[in-house]
């Protein structure tokens, strides 16, 4: 079975430009996770999709947005890019069921702006 | 959920065990204990998880103490590809899925 897959795997983009992120899960897992990793942050989480529904977010602004497809698959959203956004991205997914809603990473969007 | 301590590194010689200790004390009865590692700029890598039975994968063996406030994650044979950072995290199941990563232990592995 495929793992989660993202797109793209890097990007750059200058201050005040708007990103989109694309996240594929893996098949059949209806939630997607979303992280932002930073060297001084360290990982942290963004918000989560299931159902195409947005049920936790993190503590980020509201610049950061997301939306999930019929399909599972996510993305994400960054407006107004400033110098602190550049980060990897990183998404989950799980399958949500009591009995296991383990999270699989995807391989992560390294972002730059300048 | 619960916070985790985890030691910032260790080291470790190529073919011997490494066991990666992580301290969670204020674990409560419905929360379980997940280790995943990440490889440099590379996305987390799921290894193990467990409630309060040791578990026991192709990847590692996860050692959890009676009162659970404490774990261990043990690799049999620790290799120069097992070189990551390691996060122990404790999370309650069923429910949103937001995973609190700390700062993890940095293992190095060596010849």
């Known amino acids: 079975k495929a793992g989660v897959t993202q797109t793209p795997r890097y990007l750059i983009k200058t201050r005040g430009q708007q990103v989109t992120l694309s996240c594929s899960p893996i098949?059949?897992?209806?939630?997607v996770s979303w992280y932002q990793q930073t060297p001084g942050q360290g990982l942290q989480f963004l918000f989560e999709?299931?159902?195409?529904?947005?049920?936790n977010k993190g503590n980020f602004p509201g610049r950061f947005s997301g939306r999930q497809f019929s399909n599972s698959r996510s993305e994400m959203n960054v407006s107004t890019l400033e110098l602190g956004d550049s980060a990897l991205y990183l998404c989950?997914?799980?399958?949500?069921?009591?009995?296991?809603?383990?999270?699989?990473f995807g391989p992560g969007t390294r972002l730059t702006v300048l | 959920d619960a916070k985790t301590t985890q030691p910032p590194s260790m080291d470790c010689a190529e073919g011997r065990a490494a066991n990666l200790p992580c301290n969670h004390s204020?674990?409560?009865?419905?929360?379980?204990v997940y280790w995943y590692r990440q490889i440099h700029s590379q996305g987390p890598q799921y290894i193990i998880h467990?409630?309060?039975n040791n578990e026991t994968n192709e990847m590692a063996s996860l050692i959890i103490t009676e009162d659970r406030k404490s774990s261990t994650l043990i690799l049999p044979h620790a290799t120069l590809r097992d070189t990551a950072v390691y996060y122990c995290?404790?999370?309650?199941?069923?429910?949103?899925?937001?995973?609190?990563f700390g700062t993890g232990t940095r293992l190095q592995v060596t010849l």
């Open positions: 989950a997914s799980s399958l949500v069921e009591v009995s296991t809603d383990t999270q699989y």
């Open positions: 098949s059949g897992h209806r939630s």
């Open positions: 999709y299931f159902s195409e529904t947005q049920r």
């Open positions: 204020t674990i409560s009865g419905n929360e379980y």
């Open positions: 467990g409630l309060k």
């Open positions: 995290i404790v999370k309650s199941r069923g429910t949103a899925s937001k995973l609190t």
